[in-house]
Every structure is written in C-alpha cells, then in structure tokens.
C-alpha cells in the first residue's frame, strides 16, 4: 500500500511540476574586452563597425591597445570592500568572469599607467556577452616610464582560489598536470589530486563538465601552454547551484580556464614503442572540429600496464569540451610511461593490480547549438589481467591476538567494458531550461583463480588451511538519468526546480569453486566444497526533489522542499551441489541458497533559511525524513519485515569573511545510512570456506553527524599561502563487523561446519563511531634557487568498534603525516622536483594492548627534465620508500629509477625518438598495508620489472590565436 501511495504522489507532483517552465541557470557569466580609450574617430569607426587601415594609421585612427593582464574585481553594491569574483584581462584584452548570481555589482578595472575604473553592472537572467571597458592613460605615471602590470600569483576572490599559469615556468613539452603540481597547496600522488588536503573529484575546462572523477587524466592530456589560471573551490550540486542553497552535495574541483583567444582546429598524435620482454605499446588520435562541432577518436593497445588513455591521446576530446564554453595504505614505486596514466571517467578503467595487457577505444562527439548544448561519449576496454597476490594478516583483538593468516592467489580475468555517457542542457527562453545526463554501463568478465591460505597460532601451529580453484563469469548493466527542470519567475530570488533521477541496474553471474579445507585439531577433518552457485543482484530507483524558493528581503531567502523516493534491491544467491546420478550441479542447497528484496520508501520534507552579508554568509537547513524498509525473503524459508524510522536532520554551512583573502569556512551534515540488500540478506557466502561470510536482517541505519572547518589565508603581495583544516565525523548505531572465531569445530547451522580457526563475519550495529582529521599547508617562494616550497602536515584519528565472540572492543588508529616539497620555477628548459613524504600510524585495540601494529612509511622522491639544446632532452626521475613496521617479507626498501633520453626533429620538433628505462635498479614492488577494525595486513601484488623501451611519436597540432 505504501508503494501504491509514493508512486502516485510521485506521478502527482511530476505532472504538476510539468506546468512549470525552468530556469535557465543560476549563474551567469560576465564577459567583455579591456582597451585604451579610443580616439573620436575611432570610436566613430568603431560604432559603424569599421575596423580602419592596419598601415600608416595616424595616431586619431590608429585601433586601441588591448590591456594584457588588467586587473577586474567585481564587487556586490551592497559590499563595496569584499571582493565576490575577479579576473585578469589575457593576451588580447579579453576577460570573463563566471558564477555570478543575479544582482547589482560593482565592476572596478585597474591597470599601471591608466586612471582606475569603476562600472556598473546588472545581471538580470542571462549572461553579459560583450562589455567594452575603455581605459585613459594616466599622464602622471607615463611622463618618465611605461610600466607593465604583475599579476599575482595567487589571489583569492570569495570562495575560490585563483592560481596564475603565468607565474610558473614549465618546459615546452609540459602537461596541465606538471603545471598544477607546482602551485601552492596542490599536489599529485598516488593517482590522486589533492588541493588543500581534500581529494580533488574533477577538473572542469572553461566551467564545463566533460571528464568525471578522475581529475589526474584531464590534467595529463591538457598542454600547459593553454592555461591561463587555474581556480579552485567546491562545486554545489546542479540544483544548489541554481537555488543559491548548499545540500552538502559537494566536491572539490579545479577549473582551468584557457588563454582568451586560443583556438584548436584538428589535431592529432600517433605513438608506438616497442621494448625488451616482448614490451610494445601504441597509441593515436584524431580530431576534427568544424565550428562548434567537434569530434575526436581515440585507440590504445598495450602491455605495460597503461590501463587507460595517456594525457595526450586526450587532448582532442578536452580541446574541444574548452572551446564550448579499507583506508590507510601505502604503495611501491609504480610504472609510468611518459604521458601515461588514466583517463576521466568517460573513458576510464578501474586500475588493477598485477600485469594488464590492454585495448581500448573512444569517440567524443560535442555540438553546440542556439539553444542546445550536446556532449557524449562512447567507451570501449579489453583487459587481461595476471596476479600474483600474497596477503600476511595479523589479527588486533585478544581472542585472536596469537593467530595469523596468509593467503597466496593466483588469477587470470578478461573484462570488456561498454560505456555511454551524455550531458544535454536546452533553454526554452530566458527563464527555462533543463539538464539532462543519462549514462549507461555494461561489463562482462570471466575470471580463473587458485587460492591457498592457511591460519597460524603462535607463528608456526597450523590451525587449518585451504586450498582449491574458482571459476566465475559475470555480466553487469546499469542505466541511470537525471533530469533537472528550472524555472525563475520575474521576481527576483523566486525560483522552483524539480530533479527526477532513476536508475536500473542487474548482475548476473554463476560462480564455480573447489577447495579442500583441513582443520587439525586432535584428529585432522577434511571438508570439500564442490559448487556451482547462481548470482542475481540488481533494482531500482527512483527519486524527486522539489525546491522553492522566495526572497526575504535583500540579503535573506527561504527555501521549501519535498524528496520523495522509492529504491528496490533483490538478491538471490542459488547453490548447487554436484549430483552423482546426473553429473551435473543440480542439486540445490538450502544452506547456501537465499533470495531476498527489500523496498525501502522514503519521504523527507524540510525548510532552509539564506543569509548574504558582507562578512557573514550561510544557510541553516533543517529536514523530516520518514523511511519505511520491507524485507521479503522467499526462500529457504518465507518471512518478511517492515521497518519505519524518523529522524529530524539538520545542515549548517556558514563562511566569514575576515579580509582580503582570508576566510573561515564552518559546516555541519546529518544524514543517514540504510543497510544495504545484501547487508540484510541472510545467506552464507563461502568463497572461502575458513573465512565464512553472512548477513543480517536486523541491521538499522546508521546516522552521522558531520563537522568541518577550515581556514584560508592568502598574501598575494608575498606570494603566500596558508591553510588549516579539521573535520570530525560521529556516527550512532554504526554497522561494524561481528565475528564468530571457532575455538573447535562448531556447527553454526544445521549443514555449516565452521573448523577450528575460521572465522563467520556478518555486519551488526556495534554502537558509536569515531573519525578526527586535520591538515595545514603552507607555501611560499623560495628565491634562493627560484622555485616554490611547501610544508604540510597533518594528524588524523579514528575509532571503531569490532565485536568477536560477541566482545564489543574499540579498534584505534592514530596517523601521524607530514611532507615537504620544493619545485622548480627557474626556466621552461631546467625542470626538477624534490619532495619527502612520511607517515606513522600507531593501530591498536582495546581489548588487546600488547599487540603492536604500528608502522612507518616514508617516501623520497626527485625528477628533473633538462632541454639544453632545444633538440635534445634528457629526464630522470627517482622514488626511494622504505617502510618499518610492516610484516618480515615485506619492510624491503625500494629505490624505483627511471630514465630516458630523447631527441626531436622534423618541422616545430613535431616528431620524436625515446629511449626509456624503466626500473633500472630491478627493485619496482607493489606492497600495501590496511588495516582494518579487526586486523591489519600486508598485501604484495606481481608487478612490471626492469625494461627498456624505444619509442617514435609523432603530432600535429594548429594552434590559431585571436
């Protein structure tokens, strides 16, 4: 019945929302020209849209001088001191300045040698295409000297963070990414981005989204010589965006806008290498743009674990999105082929561990109409995967204190990936639009594995072990939509908008398994698991936000809002035993097998209050959710659930400005955490016959409350920059691990042995939660050798309960980090990079203080790229980390060297010739420690070693600058 009733009061406020026109967008974009005062005449000249003679002009016709690098700062009138957007003005005096609600701003303009400017601007429900800003010389100051202006390096324009391009030297070969990693509070490891201490999720061109998340792979196959700035802030949801609103939907982004005026017409790449141990590796692309059309094709097969596109076999699909307006862990050293790494999501792979051989291809397709605006893409990845894997756990809790487990995998996968993302956004007129996104996944993979682990007490008395094979094949599809319908009306802050998102997805899969598991005890008992078991898992969603808002007078809104939602999860899981008389595995177990749905059904129903003022702003959130959860299994035995909850969940973000530059930022989240199907599915899961898994249908949600702070400071006149950041995180009926160790062999259903050693995990709510962060950076010149140096550190705390035996015990960890790093910034032809990066990480357990699991990881890494000649050019790049703490196998230093020597030729150098070695020392390793509320462990995977390699690339690029 309550599915009946949400499904009709759904469709209701859909056909409702229906009579509404959208907005077109929240914010708006300034954009305009910057020049010297123009003579009479010209200005005559220019009103009639002539352009006057380019030789012999007289100084009364001559055409205006465009101010490269003019300084534009937009201010609110009612905030005439605090600075709310900025730019600078580029080659040919050309600015935009983006994210600009409706309003009344202020627009002062400065530039060395002419008299300031101060303009008045009204945004009103669309964008400003073309503002003249005319410049008068200033007398005073060009009497004895003409004076170029400098802009910083650094600026800081309300809640972003604007990097200059120009104040950073980069060789001529240099990515967005070599760029990047040299700016203040920035930086790149692991595959990760991370501005200010927080993982960036994407990176935007010129404010459009094209990529996803993988922020790395956009910045790779962007050249650095494009960049104008680079700004940095958090992005809202679609929706806050347009309301003006935070909803806690936010991720850490960096927006590169590109020179004013570059222009990309067809370009395109081809590499091949071939190397030592069969090594070979090519790639290529092709762009062809035609006005606002523009399409890009791309192709890749490897076998050095390039999983996924390198930077420059992206280039086209991101020139052409430009011009359209458990935790813990450590990891070796890891091969990179120059250029190499992912690519965003759109045309992406997971990274895999072991070794890869790989084919992929894509196609990016982009049109830009009157009214429409289309962006889609096309992905397709072949990959055959080899790993060696071995794993030394070493358990935290008193009653497991004196065991440990190894495990040794062997595996062989093939996966083929299918991927359709598109992103379509149409205006009706000034006051409607909509965004639409649909996306649609599919992958099929069969993976082979043999698996040996055994369970030790005291270092050497085996307790049991297992050994075996397994089969699985699997195919998956998911398709998801999100439509976003806007409407403002003629007064001004009154808006409605309505999200509808769904999605559709479905696994299916058999798994086949093998194993023999011997527990010794007084006798040895031998158990055999021969099965073959049938996976389905899959569902629905659907969910609908609708959100109002009116104005309360000039610096306050109010916000209503009704989320409806409905979510369905099945899974079944059918085991068959082998039958003697048939020869087939067709004899169902009612021990392993389950089928189980749930349909939870939620409506949440909340008001927010706005708040703008010249050093105060924010928004206090506050939300009714009613969630209603039915469980229906039907099989081995029929039963059913129903569950209802009602929480009250408040939001809090708030920003105070203390000056120029200088901001604290404070936010609070609730939110809650349904378990999921199969959390709640009451099936035993023996892929490992010593490490049984289950569910657990009497699982309730979890609820967090989440605290942040930070603060910002930036001195742009001295080029530095500080920030500190805390967080903490407080969760109440946390669903954590409840583990049954079997002293003796133990029945633990009527059928289900669990021997002597093993271990039955399922998840239960075990109490209270703990998670404290905090990190600071600070960077600043270092002018002795003219580059920039950055200290940063960091203390991070958690606490979570485990439960073995049915002994609730508090797992602890307490990491303790700090790095430092000096880049380069001398010339485009003298490169280098120094960096250290430590970590110590003591882990405990309450129950349980004897054991010591604390480790240490540190990280020594140099790189230097050096163009003597301009031909010839030479790079070498060194990672040494060494790890204390870790298991006797693996506290092995590694000193990963590689090298490389080039030369190029032909016409603008457009081809080159490689030499790279890679893993010169022999000593590349892949070890990773995590840890977990019950154990830690160190795990070791097969990695690429010492080969050489000779590559032959070749590109052409046309450039056309306005």
């Known amino acids: 019945m309550n599915r009946i009733i949400t499904l009709l009061g759904v469709a209701f406020l859909l056909l409702l929302s229906g009579t509404t026109q959208a907005q077109n967008q929240s914010n708006y974009t300034i954009r305009g020209i910057v020049m010297e005062q123009p003579s009479p005449e010209m200005m005559q000249q220019m009103r009639g849209g002539m352009q006057g003679n380019r030789g012999g002009q007289s100084d009364s016709t001559r055409r205006p001088v465009a101010l490269n690098g003019a300084n534009l700062v937009l201010f609110t009138q009612a905030d005439t001191l605090t600075q709310y957007r900025g730019a600078n003005a580029g080659a040919d005096g050309r600015f935009e300045i983006a994210r600009v609600p409706d309003g009344e701003y202020v627009l002062k303009v400065s530039y060395v040698g002419y008299v300031p400017r101060r303009i008045t601007v009204s945004v009103d429900g669309a964008d400003i295409g073309r503002l003249m800003v005319f410049m008068q010389e200033d007398p005073l100051m060009l009497d004895e000297v003409r004076i170029s202006g400098l802009r910083p390096e650094v600026e800081v324009r309300g809640d972003t963070t604007v990097y200059n391009a120009d104040g950073v030297k980069v060789n001529p070969d240099a990515t967005a990414e070599d760029l990047v990693k040299r700016l203040p509070g920035i930086t790149v490891e692991d595959g990760q981005v991370q501005a200010q201490g927080e993982q960036v999720r994407r990176v935007l061109l010129d404010g459009q989204e094209f990529f996803g998340d993988d922020a790395l792979a956009t910045l790779r196959n962007l050249p650095a010589d494009i960049v104008g700035e680079v700004e940095m802030y958090d992005q809202m949801s679609d929706q806050a965006r ?13 927006n590169i806008r590109t020179r004013p005026g570059m222009n990309v017409e067809r370009f395109g790449r081809a590499n091949a290498a071939a190397g030592t141990d069969d090594r070979y590796m090519g790639s290529g692309n092709f762009n062809y743009f035609n006005g606002p059309r523009r399409i890009s094709f791309l192709g890749m097969s490897n076998n050095i674990n390039q999983q996924n596109f390198s930077g420059e076999d992206l280039a086209g699909i991101n020139e052409a999105s430009n011009q359209g307006g458990g935790r813990g862990g450590m990891g070796g050293g890891g091969m990179m082929w120059r250029g190499g790494g992912g690519a965003a999501r759109n045309f992406m792979v997971g990274s895999q561990s072991g070794t890869n051989t790989i084919n992929s ?13 289309i962006n889609s893409s096309y992905f397709f990845n072949a990959t055959n995967n080899n790993n060696i894997q071995s794993t030394e756990r070493e358990y935290l809790t008193e009653i497991n204190a004196d065991q440990t487990y190894n495990e040794n995998t062997a595996s062989t996968a093939e996966n083929f990936n299918h991927r359709f993302n598109a992103r379509v956004e149409h205006s009706f007129n000034d006051r409607t639009s909509f965004i639409l996104t649909p996306r649609a996944n599919m992958s099929l993979t069969d993976r082979n594995s043999t698996d040996r682990n055994q369970t030790l007490l005291g270092g050497n008395e085996l307790i049991n072990q297992s050994f075996g094979f397994s089969t699985s094949n699997n195919f998956n599809y998911s398709i998801d939509n999100n439509f976003l319908l806007r409407h403002r009306f003629e007064k001004r802050g009154r808006t409605f908008s309505a999200n509808i998102g769904t999605d559709l997805n479905r696994t299916d899969g058999d798994q086949y398994q093998n194993t023999e598991s011997l527990f010794y005890a007084d006798e ?17 969603d659907l969910n609908v936000d609708f959100q109002f808002t009116e104005p309360l007078g000039e610096r306050s809104q109010l916000q209503l809002e009704y989320n409806p939602s409905i979510t369905q999860d099945k899974s079944e899981r059918d085991a068959f035993i082998f039958d003697q008389n048939t020869g087939q595995y067709s004899v169902l177990d009612p021990n392993l097998t389950s089928r189980y749905e749930n349909l939870t059904t939620a409506h949440s129903i909340g008001a927010a209050y706005r708040y703008n003022d010249r050093t105060i702003s ?4 506050l939300f009714y959710e009613y969630t209603n959860l039915e469980g229906e299994q039907t099989y081995p035995i029929a039963t059913s659930t129903s569950k209802t909850y009602n929480y009250l969940i408040p939001r809090l973000n708030m920003r105070y400005t203390l000056g120029q530059g200088k901001n604290v930022n404070l936010s609070y989240r609730g939110n809650t955490r349904m378990p999921s199907a199969s959390q709640l599915q009451d099936v035993i899961d023996n892929s490992n016959p010593t490490q049984l898994r289950g569910g657990n249908p009497d699982l309730m949600p979890s609820y967090d409350h989440n605290v942040s702070t930070r603060i910002q400071y930036a001195n742009t006149e001295k080029a530095q920059f500080s ?11 946390y669903i954590g691990n409840n583990t049954i160790v079997a002293l003796t062999d133990t029945e633990l259903r009527p059928g289900i042995f669990l021997g002597r050693g093993s271990r039955f995990t399922s998840p239960d709510n075990l109490g209270e939660s703990w998670s404290i962060r905090s990190f600071f950076n600070h960077t600043r010149p270092f002018k002795l050798i003219k580059s920039n140096w950055s200290l940063n550190g960091g203390v991070t705390y958690t606490l979570q309960p485990t439960s073995d035996n049915n002994i609730i015990t508090d797992a602890r960890t307490i990491g303790l980090n700090g790095g430092t790093s000096v880049n380069s910034n001398i010339s485009p032809n003298v490169d280098f990079s120094l960096n250290y990066r430590a970590s110590y990480s003591i882990v405990d357990n309450a129950s349980n203080i004897d054991v010591n699991s604390n480790y240490y990881t540190g990280r020594a890494f140099a790189r230097v790229n050096l163009l003597p000649k301009g031909k010839w050019l030479i790079s070498s790049d060194v990672n040494f980390t060494h790890y204390s703490g870790l298991g006797e196998e693996f506290n092995n230093n590694i000193m990963y060297w590689n090298a490389s020597v080039g030369y190029k030729f032909l016409k603008n150098n457009a081809a080159e010739i490689r030499l790279t070695v890679v893993d010169i020392l022999g000593q590349n390793n892949s070890v990773n420690r995590i840890i977990n509320d019950g ?8 990695v690429l070693t010492r080969f050489a390699m000779l590559n032959f690339s070749y590109r052409f690029r046309n450039f056309n600058r306005g």
Not at 242 to 254: A, I, K, M, N, P
Not at 618 to 621: A, E, K, L, R, S
Not at 723 to 732: A, K, N, V
């Open 524 to 540: 040895i008992i031998s158990r055999i698991t021969d099965q073959n078991t049938d996976i389905y898992t899959g569902g629905y």
């Open 723 to 733: 920030f500190l950041m805390f967080s903490m995180s407080y969760t109440t009926d």
């Open 935 to 942: 154990y830690v462990e160190d795990v070791r995977s097969n």
């Open 242 to 254: 347009f309301t003006g609103f935070r909803d806690g939907d936010e991720s850490r982004v960096l």
């Open 618 to 621: 924010g928004n206090f959130n």
């Open 361 to 373: 291809f894509g196609l990016n397709y982009i049109d830009r109409m009157s009214k429409t605006n």
